[in-house]
């Protein structure tokens, strides 16, 4: 059984950079799509980025200010999120890319709160 | 970017009636199109991949059907467990999107 799970600082200032980490088990993290995704309070999922094999993919949207990276000693990959705002207040997850980006397994969920 | 579209937004129902969802697309995502069921506090769960894929652990009354742009998720008879948010989920084109989601509430 695949877990995932995400950690973090829950409450990030204004213009600080957001980091998140999540950790792998009972399965390889050496291949699959690697990806992060959050959910504004009450709203819908929006697509981050993702890694696979060193390369990674990332939302315009959040291009400019978005990182994610993987220490496969430590299965684990992460997010960086950098200048972040109350609109980045959001639950995110961590998930595993199945066939491509067929996300079938999922973190439960870190809430992310933006706020001095 | 691909944008998707979901309807209805809300439809309600009672257990043991037919689900009918719906997701289009702004341009062809092949059969790269994926259904996720969310409840509250929980994180998504995929049901369906590339358009008519059951995922491991799903039940039969979950099925999807469609291509290019035009998809749907049946659920044949809901359960009470079945009320939900569901979303939709392209894969064919960078950036990965996400569909607004319809809610399936109890009538």
């Known amino acids: 059984q695949v877990l995932l799970q995400e950690s973090g600082p829950g409450l990030v200032k204004p213009s600080e950079t957001l980091s998140l980490t999540c950790t792998v088990s009972g399965g390889s993290i050496n291949s699959h799509y690697w990806s992060w995704i959050r959910q504004p309070p009450g709203k819908g999922l929006e697509w981050i980025g993702c890694i696979n094999s060193g390369i990674t993919n990332y939302n315009p949207s959040l291009k400019s200010r978005v990182t994610i990276s993987v220490d496969t000693s430590k299965s684990q990959f992460s997010l960086k999120l950098s200048s972040v705002t109350a609109a980045d207040t959001a639950v995110y997850y961590c998930?595993?890319?199945?066939?491509?980006?067929?996300?079938?397994?999922w973190g439960q969920g870190t809430l992310v709160t933006v706020s001095s | 970017e691909i944008v998707l579209t979901q309807s209805p937004a809300t439809l309600s129902l009672s257990p043991g009636e037919r689900a009918t969802l719906s997701c289009r697309a702004t341009?062809?995502?092949?059969?790269?199109l994926a259904w996720y069921q969310q409840k509250p506090g929980q994180a998504p769960r995929l049901l369906i991949y590339?358009?008519?894929n059951r995922a491991t652990g799903i039940p039969a009354r979950f099925s999807g059907s469609g291509s290019g742009t035009d998809f749907t998720l049946t659920i044949s008879s809901l359960e009470p467990e079945d009320f939900a948010v569901y979303y939709c989920q392209q894969r064919s084109n960078w950036p990965i999107t996400f569909g607004p989601g319809t809610k399936v509430d109890i009538e």
């Open positions: 341009q062809s995502v092949s059969s790269y």
């Open positions: 590339d358009a008519s």
């Open positions: 998930a595993r890319g199945y066939r491509g980006s067929n996300y079938d397994y």
